[in-house]
């Protein structure tokens, strides 16, 4: 059973950064891809970022951001470890939301919450105007 365990949120101004991380755990050599995730108040829960896994900790994997993130958000693996970071540069009040970390046994893209199979707790983030 996969673990994954979000930190990293928190209040920042706009144009502000945050680096969000996620340690994952337990049974992670069938995980193919890690995704982020986020859920506004009164909306659905939204992709955000992947990046494709490897069992082995120092390979680079292909990554895909959503539109709204794009040129703004990072999605990567941290120091060969099983760890994904999203880092968020200028970040909007629009990108206000719970950010939850996911994984997946799917080897290609997928952008839907339900191809993932397990999640993290989720971490607040808040961007004021």
């Known amino acids: 059973q996969v673990q994954l365990v979000e930190s990293g949120g928190g209040l920042v101004q706009a144009g502000g950064s945050l680096r969000l991380s996620c340690a994952a755990s337990?049974?992670?050599?069938?995980?193919?891809?890690m995704g982020w995730f986020r859920q506004a108040p009164g909306k659905e829960r939204e992709f955000v970022a992947t990046l494709s896994w490897s069992s082995i900790p120092w390979i680079s994997g292909s990554t895909y951001c959503a539109d709204s993130v794009k040129g703004r958000f990072t999605i990567g693996r941290s120091n060969a470890k099983d760890t994904v970071y999203l880092q968020m540069n200028n970040l909007k009040p629009e990108d206000t939301a719970v950010y939850y970390c996911?994984?997946?046994?799917?080897?290609?893209?997928?952008?839907?919450?339900?191809?993932?199979?397990?999640w993290g707790q989720g971490t607040q983030v808040t961007v004021s105007s």
């Open positions: 996911a994984a997946s046994t799917q080897s290609r893209v997928v952008v839907t919450a339900a191809n993932y199979d397990h």
């Open positions: 337990g049974g992670t050599v069938t995980t193919l891809r």
